[in-house]
């Protein structure tokens, strides 16, 4: 392209040279003409010798290089001045020119004894207005040629230097861009990166990049998607832009960070810098959306609270199949029936309760896995009937949720069964009641036991971290529970009487239930 450009330039300029000077070379052949023309006319006036005359002409030809012959004739065809003296006084053999046609001055091509000539012919004019000879300038061919040919040389010299110089400049621009293209063709540069933007796009993960002025290189659909909702909006796109541009000072990666973006959508966002020669260059976020993470957080929660229900239960079975073998060997026999019949009607009915009231898979399968952890510490669990918990009607996260109750529950088996329990009478049956309600996005859940109950000064520091009356290492359920319910905008209410019980209410209105 370089070579192309270089000679077409040189074409052009070579073509409009030589025109030019073609141009300049008829100039000077007529204002050569004119200049002998008017000095013969003042020759002739002024009476001067034809010594002077040819002096004058001699002056007026070495002025003029370019100029090869000035040949001055008079009316009767008689040479009165030529450059080469030798000629003057010989008659003109040549053309005559029709100034009548042509005007006072012209400039035309013929053949002369040197060959092909480009002549001007101007009039000389006497005192008396009558024309009393003309002056021939000519130019040879040979030499116009020759000059030509010099200024094709100089120009073709010029557009070998310039060939060479443009093509070790691009020689230089071409290895730059194949460094800065590692050393790919741009073709293939292409094709890759057509490839990469299409595998990117396909990412179900949102992908930004920024370079190191927090300017966005590039977004894929998933990431504008969870950003803007898919809108070209700049406010919006800066935000984006800035959820990453932070690790630019630092340039450490950092790893599952929850972010909560102004249009309520919850993402885990992974932050990576990108450095060269050590300094932070640009980065790039990776964004997960959290509703996946979390729907998968609750389907393991599920199945680890129905294993560990599976456990309770199979553990307590094994006791109920013990007691049922002895009253077999006792030859009790209606007495087993009698307590195989209560002890099914008691599971089916409770699991059935729970089933049919709670509509949360993950806290369905607790409040069984419980139920069944109740029958191992000998405590009777009562499920409230009244009972009823929508998930489409609460808007608490299912992880946060099972983490509440959790809590409690375990709070209350060990208030009433745990080590160093003072439970106030062996005759007194342990019971524990659970109820979870919901209405309009509002939130009860409430927690129930008989146990020994909360001494006035130990209730107002039992939601302190690492306070416990049961030994060091515990006091982390009921901080965690009341540091949860106040975050997602709950309140707290414990009811406990030293002998009788303690009843702990949480209560979550729909208004401030939200994902924070």
């Not at 300029?13 to 204002?31: A, C, E």
């Not at 003409?33 to 009476?47: K, R, V």
């Not at 005559?96 to 012209?106: L, T, V």
């Not at 983490?403 to 160093?420: E, P, S, Y």
């Amino acid at each position: 392209m370089v070579i192309v450009l270089a000679l077409i330039l040189g074409a052009f300029g070579i073509y409009f040279s030589i025109r030019d000077g073609s141009n300049q070379r008829d100039v000077t052949l007529k204002n050569a003409a004119e200049s002998a023309a008017h000095m013969g006319q003042i020759m002739s006036e002024a009476g001067m010798t034809q010594e002077e005359m040819i002096r004058e002409l001699d002056t007026l030809k070495g002025s003029m290089r370019e100029i090869d012959v000035i040949s001055v004739v008079g009316t009767d065809n008689v040479r009165l001045y030529h450059s080469n003296h030798e000629l003057m006084g010989t008659v003109y053999d040549g053309t005559i020119p029709d100034f009548a046609k042509n005007g006072p001055c012209y400039v035309v091509n013929e053949e002369g004894p040197s060959g092909p000539q480009r002549r001007a012919y101007a009039v000389i004019e006497g005192p008396d207005g009558k024309t009393s000879g003309f002056v021939m300038t000519v130019m040879l061919m040979s030499n116009i040629r020759e000059r030509n040919f010099k200024v094709l040389f100089i120009f073709l010299g010029v557009i070998l230097i310039a060939i060479a110089a443009e093509f070790l400049i691009s020689m230089r621009i071409s290895r730059k861009v194949s460094d800065s293209l590692m050393g790919f063709e741009p073709d293939v540069f292409s094709a890759m990166y057509k490839i990469r933007d299409g595998i990117l796009e396909s990412l179900d993960e949102g992908v930004i990049a920024v370079n190191a002025d927090s300017e966005i290189l590039f977004m894929n659909g998933a990431a504008s998607e969870m950003i803007s909702g898919g809108r070209e909006d700049d406010e919006q796109m800066s935000s984006g832009a800035k959820l990453i541009s932070g690790i630019l000072g630092n340039g450490e990666k950092e790893a599952s960070i929850p972010v909560n973006l102004h249009n309520d959508v919850d993402i885990i966002m992974d932050r990576h810098p990108l450095t060269e020669d050590g300094k932070a260059v640009g980065a790039v976020g990776i964004m997960h959306d959290r509703t996946e993470y979390t729907r998968l957080a609750e389907d393991l929660a599920g199945t680890r609270f129905l294993v560990d229900s599976m456990r309770a239960n199979n553990h307590d079975f094994t006791n109920k199949l013990h007691v049922i073998m002895g009253l077999i060997q006792m030859e009790m026999y209606d007495e087993a029936l009698n307590y195989i019949q209560n002890i099914t009607m008691v599971q089916r009915e409770t699991i059935s309760e729970i089933m049919k009231r709670v509509n949360c898979p993950s806290l369905a399968a607790l409040l069984i896995g419980k139920n069944a952890r109740a029958s191992e510490l000998n405590v009777r669990f009562t499920f409230d009937k009244d009972s009823s918990l929508d998930a489409q009607d609460v808007r608490l996260p299912d992880d946060v949720l099972v983490t509440l109750t959790g809590n409690l529950i375990d709070n209350a088996f060990d208030a009433m069964n745990g080590k160093g329990s003072t439970f106030p009478s062996k005759n007194k049956n342990k019971e524990l009641r659970v109820g979870v309600f919901s209405n309009d996005g509002n939130l009860k859940i409430k927690v129930e036991d008989n146990g020994p109950g909360i001494s006035e000064e130990n209730l107002e520091h039992i939601f302190e971290n690492g306070f416990s009356t049961k030994g060091d290492g515990r006091g982390i359920g009921l901080h965690q529970v009341k540091s949860l319910t106040e975050a997602y905008g709950g309140r707290i209410d414990v009811r406990s009487q030293e002998g009788e019980g303690t009843t702990f209410i949480l209560e979550f209105d729909g208004g401030k239930n939200r994902n924070v």
